[in-house]
């Protein structure tokens, strides 16, 4: 075999090990950047976010229709992050049992609610204001779904964090070093725990990261703020000692919320019932919330009735929170309700209750979002009965 032959034999060889070698490495480097969490294809520059199961979440080229059907409305309670304390056996634990959840139980609702195809819209892509005959009225906006998806709207009640909850949950909304949402909370040992995993705000936002199309329009729960005892577990209200600084360190939790898109809503003062209190008491109640609430949050157009104890529309309490500029007002139902008032610029509205009781005793209720036999933790709760 001459020279020639022996040469073109080694060309040939390692030409097609060099296309070989390419072609492995080309794949080794889709590996690497599908094994990270953004990606950005090259047909559409569009972002992308991939799954905890690897699937690419994108909003590309989803068809819309608008929305003619009721609405789900569901709320919860700050989580419980410290089952060990919550229910310890003391005064608190059948407490914290009725009305809160667990970090692992929120988790497992999220997911379910996920999958069962309901999307996160917010208050404000649901009703309008307008003007009719000189007077202002409340109505419907067209809201656009994609197809296959059900709008359900969320919120969350008494985020104070006041004396009553802090052991079983978190002691306040921070601003992590990276200035994101986070929970703070001290042990009994004085130890000093950060955290983005036990709390229902850190939760949704690293769950839409994941699941951006969870989110219509950047939609986000509502928070219900009381001020008894300060807002996100700042001591905001007028007794507290340094009034000042906590209510510095508050705005800025509050405007890292309001740019992520999350609301807010009057829970009252007080959190007393509305339907017992005087009207003179009831109105000083609204006022202190205005004026040390509102003051930090700004002001809002939705009011959630404490307990869930609302009053008629033709009630003179219903008409002062009209003055004040409340349009929305939240009730506790069974079921999707609402009632576009007619005669003056308001909405009547039930949400379902997330929590202890239901969990325990009103499966079937919920059974289009999850089944609380797969949610519920029994093994942290107190043993007491159970509806199934």
Same mark, same amino acid.
């Given at each position: 075999m001459n020279k020639k032959v022996i040469a073109g034999i080694i060309f040939t060889f390692v030409f097609i090990g060099s296309i070989f070698l390419g072609f492995n490495l080309g794949k080794q480097d889709a590996k690497l950047v599908h094994s990270s969490k953004v990606v950005q294809t090259n047909s559409d520059k569009k972002?992308?976010?991939?799954?905890?199961?690897?699937?690419?979440?994108?909003?590309?080229?989803? /068809?819309? /229709?608008?929305?003619?059907?009721?609405?789900?409305?569901?709320?919860?309670?700050?989580?419980?992050?410290?089952?060990?304390?919550?229910?310890?056996?003391? /005064? $608190?634990?059948?407490?914290?049992?009725?009305?809160?959840?667990?970090?692992?139980?929120?988790?497992?609702? &999220?997911?379910?609610?996920?999958?069962?195809?309901?999307? &996160?819209?917010?208050?404000?892509?649901?009703?309008?204001?307008?003007?009719?005959?000189?007077?202002?009225?409340? $109505?419907?906006?067209?809201? &656009?779904?994609?197809?296959?998806?059900?709008?359900?709207?969320?919120?969350?009640?008494?985020?104070?964090?006041?004396?009553?909850?802090?052991?079983?949950?978190?002691?306040?909304?921070?601003?992590?070093?990276?200035? %994101?949402?986070?929970?703070?909370?001290?042990? %009994?040992?004085?130890?000093?725990?950060?955290?983005?995993?036990?709390?229902?705000?850190?939760?949704?936002?690293?769950?839409?990261?994941?699941?951006?199309?969870?989110?219509?329009?950047?939609? $986000?729960?509502?928070?219900?703020?009381?001020?008894?005892?300060?807002? &996100?577990?700042?001591?905001? %209200?007028?007794?507290?000692?340094?009034?000042?600084?906590?209510?510095?360190?508050?705005?800025?939790?509050?405007?890292k919320l309001k740019k992520l898109g999350w609301s807010f809503a009057s829970h009252s003062y007080g959190h007393n019932n509305t339907q017992k209190m005087p009207l003179d008491k009831f109105k000083i109640d609204t006022d202190k919330w205005e004026r040390e609430v509102a003051s930090l949050i700004g002001q809002t157009p939705i009011y959630v009735y404490p307990h869930g104890f609302s009053v008629k529309s033709s009630d003179s309490k219903l008409k002062y929170l009209q003055s004040k500029g409340f349009k929305i007002f939240y009730s506790v139902g069974k079921e999707p309700y609402e009632q576009i008032l007619k005669d003056s610029c308001g909405v009547l509205a039930d949400r379902m209750a997330v929590d202890g009781i239901t969990l325990r005793k009103r499966r079937e209720r919920f059974m289009k979002f999850y089944d609380s036999k797969d949610i519920i933790d029994l093994s942290v709760r107190p043993k007491r009965e159970v509806g199934f």
């Open positions: 972002t992308q976010r991939i799954g905890g199961n690897g699937e690419i979440s994108t909003q590309k080229n989803i /068809k819309k /229709k608008p929305w003619k059907g009721s609405i789900e409305n569901i709320f919860f309670h700050p989580l419980i992050s410290n089952p060990e304390v919550a229910f310890n056996g003391d /005064k $608190r634990s059948n407490n914290f049992d009725d009305w809160f959840i667990t970090v692992g139980e929120f988790n497992k609702i &999220l997911k379910s609610i996920y999958d069962k195809d309901y999307i &996160l819209v917010n208050i404000k892509d649901v009703y309008e204001e307008y003007e009719q005959n000189g007077q202002k009225r409340m $109505r419907r906006k067209e809201l &656009l779904i994609p197809e296959g998806k059900k709008p359900i709207i969320m919120s969350v009640d008494d985020l104070s964090y006041n004396d009553g909850m802090r052991g079983g949950t978190s002691d306040k909304i921070i601003l992590d070093s990276k200035g %994101d949402i986070a929970t703070f909370t001290k042990g %009994d040992n004085e130890e000093e725990k950060i955290s983005k995993d036990n709390e229902i705000i850190p939760i949704i936002e690293g769950f839409i990261k994941i699941h951006p199309e969870f989110s219509l329009n950047g939609a $986000r729960p509502t928070i219900a703020l009381t001020g008894y005892q300060g807002i &996100l577990g700042y001591s905001t %209200d007028l007794s507290s000692k340094n009034y000042e600084s906590e209510r510095k360190e508050a705005k800025k939790v509050v405007d």
